[in-house]
């Protein structure tokens, strides 16, 4: 595949977004559709922009070479709701009552995320009784946080965002968030000023070991700015005094997270530090070796899913995933001509590759045949919830990080 961006990362003039070093070469993805941005009639345009993945050749830091503003990828459409996940909810509230017992946090107390989405996470601190505040640009997501009490002010989080509540965090989440804003090293500058001497930032990002390990490059598209390791992301926050002192590693979490804590104070515990040896065994820290690899990888998974759609057809999808979008777009196969979805912004619309999105009761009301679960990374939450279908002849699919029968 070729896009705009080929040309300057062939000749050497494409450089890193974090650290102005020269770019190397990872992988094209062409011209992909804007994954989230679905359409309200079948006929109306479908936006493009180049997806070029590359390395920094000094700071290492994976990336996109160029993508729409983050202002237009999180607009007011913005359909994504966290909470229609229970997976991710379930993870949220593990997480907030563990924050709560560990820091003893209290009424006096203030807990902070940046890209609060809908409130699935901030929602559970307000049970014990901790102030909440959510910062998240999409407008239809805080709407639908403030409806369950998370107080949240619209916005792009910056450093000067930051400066307006400096000092007044005990925590400071930010989940999915360095992936997908335009500088991270302002994001993490206003998390700093957030944060109380003694509070602790969380956060969590899908780790790049994971993404190579499956060879997802369904998770590639414009949202996700840049592709993290442990190292690249521990030295993001050490640039803003912020030191990681915990890693959790979660691998049912889109395909493959890490979560770290950091915090002022400087430490460092034996958990980061073999992650950081397993990266560098991985050749994490040597982009042009692991872009080699997973080049080939790549390949032979788009033949083997391109074949696998020509044998099966499936009728039908489960879950307008924006990694759809990009799965298709990369196969270049039409795929189903409906998907259902329990998101209410994203049901009704078109998706990028011309899918009608349906409540998820309508796998149950058509003819039963193949029908492919898109977001694989929650494939056994969504495998649980289509048993009627299965058990009525349906079949369910996951095509990674391999073809399998749900
Ligand atoms: P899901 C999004 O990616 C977008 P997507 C974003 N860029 C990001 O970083 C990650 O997620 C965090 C639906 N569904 O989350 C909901 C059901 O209908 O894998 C979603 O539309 N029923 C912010 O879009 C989609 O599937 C269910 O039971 O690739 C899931 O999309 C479940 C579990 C989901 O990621």
């Not at 993508?67 to 237009?72: E, K, L, N, Q, Y």
């Not at 991270?184 to 930032?201: C, E, K, S, W």
């Not at 915990?246 to 997270?257: F, K, T, V």
Request: aromatic fraction near 8%; glycine fraction near 8%.
């Amino acid at each position: 595949m070729r896009c705009d961006d080929c040309p300057a990362v062939e000749a050497g003039e494409a450089t890193c977004a974090i650290c102005g070093a020269v770019l190397a070469d990872v992988l094209c993805l062409g011209h992909a559709p804007i994954a989230n941005q679905l359409r309200d009639h079948d006929t109306d345009p479908i936006l493009t922009h180049a997806c070029h993945v590359a390395a920094c050749s000094l700071c290492t830091t994976v990336q996109l070479v160029s993508r729409p503003s983050a202002a237009v990828l999180f607009d007011d459409s913005y359909p994504y709701r966290s909470s229609q996940s229970l997976t991710m909810v379930r993870s949220a509230a593990t997480l907030a009552r563990y924050m709560t017992q560990a820091l003893n946090l209290g009424g006096g107390d203030r807990v902070f995320e940046i890209g609060s989405n809908d409130g699935y996470l901030l929602r559970h601190y307000l049970r014990d009784g901790v102030a909440v505040h959510g910062f998240d640009p999409a407008v239809g997501a805080a709407e639908d946080a403030r409806l369950v009490g998370v107080d949240t002010t619209c916005v792009h989080f910056d450093s000067e965002v930051g400066r307006a509540f400096e000092g007044k965090a005990r925590v400071v989440h930010a989940h999915n968030v360095l992936a997908h804003v335009d500088d991270p090293d302002d994001v993490v500058a206003g998390i700093a000023r957030l944060l109380t001497f003694d509070g602790v930032a969380v956060i969590e990002t899908p780790w790049l070991a994971a993404l190579l390990d499956a060879g997802a490059f369904d998770t590639i598209y414009h949202e996700h700015r840049f592709y993290w390791s442990v190292r690249s992301l521990a030295a993001l926050l050490a640039r803003h005094g912020l030191s990681v002192m915990g890693i959790e590693h979660l691998p049912d979490l889109h395909g493959g997270s890490v979560r770290l804590f950091a915090s002022k104070v400087d430490g460092w515990s034996i958990d980061v530090a073999h992650t950081l040896a397993g990266e560098r065994l991985a050749g994490l820290d040597q982009p042009s070796a692991w872009a080699r690899r997973f080049a080939i990888i790549h390949r032979g998974q788009v033949e083997t899913l391109r074949r696998w759609f020509e044998q099966v057809d499936p009728v039908a999808g489960y879950g307008a995933a924006a990694k759809a979008a990009v799965l298709l777009h990369v196969l270049d196969v039409a795929g189903p001509r409906w998907v259902v979805d329990s998101t209410p912004a994203k049901q009704g619309k078109w998706t990028p590759s011309g899918a009608l999105v349906l409540p998820p009761d309508a796998l149950d009301e058509r003819v039963p045949g193949d029908c492919v679960v898109f977001p694989w990374n929650f494939a056994d939450e969504i495998a649980g919830k289509a048993q009627r279908y299965v058990a009525s002849g349906g079949r369910l699919w996951a095509l990674m990080p391999n073809v399998r029968r749900l």
